[in-house]
């Protein structure tokens, strides 16, 4: 009922930067959360990025805090994920993820979507 499309993935070097899009198709929520997730080869999946259904609240991992920005056009449906500063440890898989409920929260069992990923490396 809900799909969700990243784009933006590509290769960048260590301190470029790339912008990642999510577009939220089929039903959609008012009040959702959307975040960020990143999953390494042979690593657990891991909380990047989370924006609260108005866009007035964000929240970040403590491995991207400072460098990476979440916001979200609402007349689109789409999240954006802003990666500046990327280092090497930085590529993985990101997956775009919703949660139908307004509370931001950093555990990806509780986001009920989830887009098919879009790999981001950067080089050294």
């Known amino acids: 009922q809900v799909q969700l499309a990243e784009s933006g993935g590509g290769l960048v070097q260590a301190g470029g930067s790339l912008r990642l899009s999510c577009a939220a198709s089929g039903r959609t929520f008012s009040r959702m959360v959307m975040g960020w997730f990143r999953q390494a080869p042979g690593k657990e999946r891991e909380f990047v990025a989370a924006?609260?259904?108005?866009?007035?609240?964000?929240y970040y991992g403590d491995s991207v805090k400072g460098r990476f920005t979440i916001s979200r056009e609402f007349a689109k449906d789409t999240v954006y994920l802003q990666m500046n500063s990327l280092k090497p440890e930085d590529t993985a898989v990101y997956y775009c993820?919703?949660?139908?409920?307004?509370?931001?929260?950093?555990?990806?069992?509780?986001?009920?979507?989830w887009g098919q990923g879009t790999q981001v490396t950067v080089s050294s």
């Open positions: 993820a919703l949660d139908t409920k307004s509370t931001i929260t950093t555990n990806k069992s509780q986001y009920d979507y």
């Open positions: 924006i609260s259904f108005n866009g007035g609240g964000t």
